[in-house]
């Protein structure tokens, strides 16, 4: 078998979709994105596929090896988003060739679902409790919600006020044994992460994702030595090789690679491991489409880390579309008692409708994160 074509779809909400195509009829589906650079990836995956043309789709972890170390220049969100969207993609062939769901091959599952998690807002701290409670009376256990609005390096206690305000809201309208996830989204600095964490500790929260950025994980250590709460990480890193050293520093709880942008199937995978020999636990981040969280749920099913998984039904993002319009059937994502089932069928276990995809591209997106800035004209971490 080898591969003959390969082609990006910019749909909308803010997703981007590969198809890869082979002389034996079959097709494998990728979802290449880092949020607001899908132009930029698309054009990476194109200059990668003069590596693939041609080649045996079934050679993954050869084919991953080329076009990671076939250039000089290596890793960072943009080319590793496009490897990862790829690496799906080929994962998908392979199994829908050999008839076998992709955590088949790689060893078999450990479990037959997993918990997932609904993601409610917190930008604008408003109605979250409300939200919560309609996210838990729809059957999850679990939501995320963002903490803050922007804050200065240091800020005042009336903004800290407002953060505990919202969440003991979210507590209070969900009851004590409900899952908070709170993600500081790495808009806040160290001085103000320590204050924080300490106020929210009364509420028993799931854990605390990106307190700081990850390039400044190093500051978590002051802040896990005096905070009972897990403390997350990871979805701005892009390789084993940025995972590493946050890993071993056991400066982290729990890691949240995100399977569009960290290599893939392959290279979270070995992520994950990692991160299981040093008693870290997993949470995939995907605020994305229907391949990523389908390739998710692989990686989930063969994991003996994995505890809980996000996804993006009825996020904020998705207004023109959702999470199941471009699969042909939907039910393969089954929501129940607050889990998620592992898609059973070969490859990644959906079918993409590929009509569709094409119907939606033609309207496409030019999806950009907001600009923010603080009360003195500064620029703000969004």
Known sequence: MKITSMTTYTVPPRWLFLK???????????????????????????????????????????LWTIMYRGGFYRGGPILMSAISGIDQALWDIKGKALGQPVHQLLGGKV???????S??????????????????????????????????????????????????????????????????????????AK????????????????????????????????????????????????????????????????VSHSGGITETRKIAMMAEAYDVALALHCPLGPIALASCLQVDAGSYNAFIQEQSLGIHYNTSNDLLDYVTDPTVFNYEDGMIDIPSGPGLGIEVNEEYVIERSAEGHRWRNPIWRHADGSFAEW
């Open 195 to 258: 204050v924080l964490i300490k106020e929210l500790e009364p509420y028993r929260l799931l854990f605390i994702e990106e307190p700081v950025l990850s390039e400044h994980f190093g500051s978590l250590r002051d802040v896990m030595a005096n905070t009972p709460t897990p403390i997350a990480l990871g979805e701005r890193l892009f390789s084993r090789w940025d995972f590493r050293e946050v890993i071993a520093s056991g400066a982290v709880d729990i890691i949240q690679p995100d």
């Open 111 to 117: 479990r037959d679902r997993i918990r997932t998690y």
């Open 119 to 192: 993601w409610i807002g917190g930008d604008r701290p408003g109605d979250t409790a409300a939200a919560a409670l309609e996210t838990k009376n729809r059957g999850f256990t679990a939501v995320k919600m963002n903490a803050t609005e922007e804050l200065q390096f240091i800020d005042s206690y009336t903004k800290v006020d407002q953060v505990i305000e919202n969440v003991q809201a979210v507590r209070e309208a969900t009851g004590d044994d409900f899952g908070i996830g709170i993600d500081f989204h790495g808009r806040v600095h160290k001085p103000m």
């Open 20 to 62: 890869i195509e082979t002389d034996e009829g079959i097709v494998g589906w990728g979802e290449p994105i880092i949020e607001g650079k899908a132009a930029t990836v698309a054009a990476a995956v194109d200059e990668l596929s003069d590596l693939l043309i041609g080649k045996d789709p079934a050679n993954i972890e050869d």
